[in-house]
């Protein structure tokens, strides 16, 4: 970094510091919004919600009056350490109390407080009001993705998972260097993007199928954990249209940074359109649970479901991870009884061997449940006596 580079960083921290409540604004100006971590950031994403405004201008004020009491008590103290030094023939005063003293280093710390405390709490109460909402959209967490459903609202009945998109070639493995230079979104890149529409209430619900995860987009203020059997909710109102980028933010397992979220606010008309596209796309991709699939078309279908849901925990190879994840190659549970495994993967699995337990993918479809079975029983060193599951087999054993 250059020295005017080092210099232009340090004047705008500066105006950030003396802006208060005109930061936003500032930063906006500074700065192009993109939804996304800058380099030599010094402050929080610029907001693009007026909750997030308003606890962008809190925080502002809240370390403003911060510094002014650093350096008023401070500054008197080390003035009366200097001036008022025995070697400058200055004795100790001798009083023990001073009843303006109490009274004054009571009250002003107690306004300053309820300076601070009224504003704050204004904020809180409109980050817990998820009433009216235009949208509600559930988001599930599970290692290592997200799975979001529309529940309420234009576009109710959308349902898909979102997977990390950045490839693996940027990423690199334990030992590796990656082979691909990495983009300005790694990391912060997805499959299936969530889309809102712009300056519409957003209500977010949030659990998890496993184990605790965290929801957050920076730019709209919205941070809440999702624990598994419990239902938590926030919301937001985005004011301008674009890409923004979160992560989740609750360290949950192996490839917790691997987990990102991406919301995709556009206008009206944009959003209607992109509803018709999903429910048309969901429509082509229902197969029919009473069709009967040869043992090659699963095999095909499965290694792309097992490519999408599988492979970040049991490995491309059926390996698994040692003393985390178990092996599917040559796993008892395999090559078993196939109504077994069938329930593992609609009710999940507890295990004492690995720390993670397997949890339940009933949100795939009966096909695809099928198929990642179908393929796991015949890959690797696989060669199952019952090597074939089909769709109905599943559909009965959802009853």
């Known amino acids: 970094m250059t020295y ?12 950030v510091l003396a802006a208060g409540s005109a930061t936003p604004a500032l930063a906006q100006q500074q700065q192009p919004i993109t939804g996304r971590p800058l380099e030599h950031q010094l402050n ?3 907001p693009v919600t007026q909750v997030g405004a308003d606890i962008y201008s809190l925080h502002n004020w809240m370390m403003i009056v911060c510094l002014v009491i650093f350096v008023g008590v401070f500054g008197v103290m080390f003035y009366s350490v200097f001036k008022h030094r025995k070697s400058l023939g200055h004795k100790p005063a001798t ?42 959209i559930k988001a599930t967490g599970m290692q290592w993705k997200w799975g979001y459903d529309y529940l309420k609202g234009e576009g109710e009945g959308i349902s898909f998972l979102s997977n990390l998109a950045t490839p693996r070639s940027q990423i690199g493995e334990p030992g590796v260097k990656p082979t691909e230079a990495r983009t300005d979104n790694y990391l912060l890149e997805v499959d299936n993007e969530m889309v809102v529409p712009v300056n519409k209430k957003i209500r977010m619900v949030f659990t998890a199928n496993d184990v605790i995860h965290a929801w957050t ?12 059997g419990f239902v938590r909710d926030g919301w937001f109102r985005a004011e301008k249209t674009g890409v923004y980028r979160g992560n989740c933010v609750e360290l949950c397992g192996k490839d917790h940074a691997f987990m990102p979220i991406v919301v995709r606010v556009v206008t009206d008309a944009e959003y209607t359109a992109w509803v018709e596209g999903k429910k048309k796309e969901m429509a082509a991709l229902a197969d ?3 069709k009967t ?27 698994g991870v040692p003393a985390a994840f178990a092996a599917l190659d040559g796993s008892p549970n395999v090559l078993g009884d196939k109504k077994h495994q069938i329930d593992i993967l609609l009710n999940g699995q507890k295990s004492g061997k690995f720390p993670t337990e397997m949890p339940a993918w009933k949100q795939l479809s009966d096909t695809e449940i099928a198929a990642v079975i179908t393929y796991t029983r015949n890959t690797w060193s696989n060669k199952a006596a019952e090597n074939i599951v089909q769709p109905a087999e599943v559909l009965a054993a959802r009853k």
């Open 4 to 15: 005017a580079t080092r210099l232009q960083a340090v004047l705008y921290g500066l105006a």
């Open 95 to 136: 009083f023990h109390e001073s009843t303006a003293v109490e009274i004054a280093w009571t009250v002003v710390p107690f306004l300053i407080v309820i300076g601070m405390a009224l504003p704050a709490t204004k904020t809180v109460v409109a980050l817990k009001d998820t009433s009216n909402a235009d949208l509600t």
């Open 293 to 319: 699939w040869t043992i090659d078309e699963l095999k095909t279908r499965g290694e792309q479901v097992y490519a999408a849901n599988c492979v970040a925990c049991h490995q491309a190879n059926g390996k």
């Open 217 to 228: 987009i920076p730019a709209f203020a919205i941070k809440q954990d999702a624990i598994p």
């Open 44 to 46: 929080m994403q610029a």
């Open 288 to 290: 029919d649970p009473t």
